[in-house]
């Protein structure tokens, strides 16, 4: 498996003053102890060259990569000077050209951490060839899918999917998926609050409804949403999102920073290594697949998205009462420190 994320600093801001390099070191340490990642797997940081300079000219990542099972890999970016630049880098499949080539890829937002086992995830969802989260807001809320979908084709009750974490396997409609949605935001004269997501949702709703690529929805409490250390969500939750207004540092750290303190002095709630997920697999999709062992077996439900009523019955249900009152969609951030010769290194020496 590749896990990745997307690491910068604007122009012409100075890398040392950039928090979301320590934002990284956070979301690496939170994968080094708690994802399960061994020898077949690796950590890949789309990076540009400047903050990935600041990063080698002290011995932090060198330090805290130290012993890694996994590998570790960079693959090189232009330094961006807004950040619909940066997120598009996120989509830009030379990347993915550069990085190993892994059957499963998961692009995870700096300011997501792993608490939980991700093997142990997605154990319970194989069989697709692209795994979306869905959060506690509504699609047709402007953070989720901007002024792009039209009126009518969902549900008013459809739940919004979140552009901070999915997964993918190598595929035709994945690539043509990922051009359009950095064409999208890089030709777009007025960018969205939330940046890339509303062209990513756009995308991956056009192929569900289509039926061009095989679809897994997450239940959104697979992943938390700006959780505190002793909330009951973190007991069926993978992920923690700490999210807030994209591009401001402070709303993204400082929550992450507060959370890892309360983890290292106390005992979390999510202490069990794998919980059961829930998932909603879409019409369209693969079919669902056998039973992997685990703890208990994923719940599913099977949607029709070319239907117009009863597109989503259960998930409208559970996400009738809950509202987002925060919608903000992490900033890319930071590099983390090898060597730039190679993209393909093995972590570096302290």
Known sequence: MLVYTTLFTLAPKEPKDNKYIDMFYIWFSYLKRYAGLGPDDCVGVIVDEDTLEYMNSNQTFGYISTGVPFTIELSIMPRPANLTEGFAQRYN????????????NLHIDID????????????QVEGYAFYAMSEIGFMYHSDYCGNLLKEGILPEDFPGISAGWYAWKHSESQREMFESVSKGCLYNETPFYTVDQPFYTYELIRRMLSKTLDICLLDKRTVAFNACMFDECLKDAYFVNFAGEPGVESSHY???????????STSPVYSSATVPIKTLMLAGSAPAPA?????????????????????????AAAAEQ????????PEGASPAPLEEVNSRSSPPSP
Do not use: S, V, W, Y
Request: glycine share 2%; with cysteine.
């Open 291 to 315: 039973p992997a062992p685990a703890p208990a077996p994923a719940l599913a439900l099977a949607l029709a998205p070319a239907e117009q009523e009863g597109l989503l019955p259960a998930l």
């Open 93 to 104: 499949l030379e990347h993915f050209d550069t990085f190993t080539h892994h059957e499963l």
């Open 254 to 264: 400082n929550k992450l920073f507060a959370f890892i303190c309360m983890d290292f």
């Open 322 to 329: 809950e509202e987002q009152t925060e919608h903000g969609h």
């Open 112 to 123: 997501c951490l792993c608490i939980r086992n991700i093997q142990a995830l997605f154990n």
